[in-house]
């Protein structure tokens, strides 16, 4: 894995379900032609408040899945 992420055990099923859906948002944009290639980040098993709150991406959010 890219990022190298360690977490608790209680956490891994939330973060595996949230990498899943960041997964089918990337498919789906890729799949829409877009004029840029979305793709995997050290954000992609966070959850939308997560992302709020970090300095590096203040408003990352996905649609749900």
């Known amino acids: 894995h890219k990022y190298r992420k360690k977490h608790r055990p209680n956490e891994e099923v939330v973060r595996r379900k949230n990498f ?8 789906k944009h890729n799949k829409a032609g877009k004029p840029w290639r979305a793709a995997h980040s ?12 970090s300095n590096s991406t ?6 749900p899945a």
Request: proline share 8%.
């Open 20 to 27: 899943i859906a960041t997964q089918r948002h990337i498919d």
């Open 58 to 63: 203040p408003s990352c959010q996905f649609p």
């Open 42 to 53: 050290k954000f992609s098993d966070m959850t939308d408040d997560e992302k709020a709150i």
